[in-house]
């Protein structure tokens, strides 16, 4: 299947990441039910779903795949430039491909006050904006680990950043 996948969906230069491509739909396989399993491959279907979810994630500008690498991908052209004194159509500027520009800023007096503001926040919210931000959990996650309404996990999350950002413009 991987090399349908780099042959048929991950053509040309986006060939290399075929790999990836198919592990993140495999990771969506293994969050569906087990009985959604079953019948798929009672049905005859699992490969299909397989393939067409490799063409959603490669496509869709909102999918996990295309947030790690096509994004990825895309800044670095970005950074080409066009330059009309250079006898080649454009020319690389090279900052963000294979080096990273230092800006220097407070982290440590930043950091310091997101802390002490967590601190401040009482464990439900602290819980939530640990989970979503830190550990990366979607909203999504969150309601299914917990069986809170999404709109509430929202609400409550915008609340904590409110209370987070008044305190941080203090430090």
Known sequence: MLGEVK????????????????HHVILDLYNLPADKITQMVDDDKLRWYV???????LRSSTSPFYRIHRRERMQARENYTHSSDSPY????????????????????????CFQLAMKGLGFYHKTLVGKHFIEKWSIQRIHKYYNISKKHIVNDIN?????????????
């Open 7 to 22: 042959r048929n969906i991950a053509k040309d230069k986006m060939s290399e990441y075929g790999e990836d491509l198919l």
């Open 51 to 57: 393939l067409r979810g490799c063409g959603l994630q």
């Open 89 to 112: 159509p454009g020319t690389f500027s090279g900052v963000g491909i294979l080096e990273r520009v230092y800006e220097p800023y407070e982290h440590d007096e930043l950091y310091d």
């Open 159 to 171: 609340e904590s950043l409110d209370y987070i950002r008044e305190y941080c413009n203090e430090c």
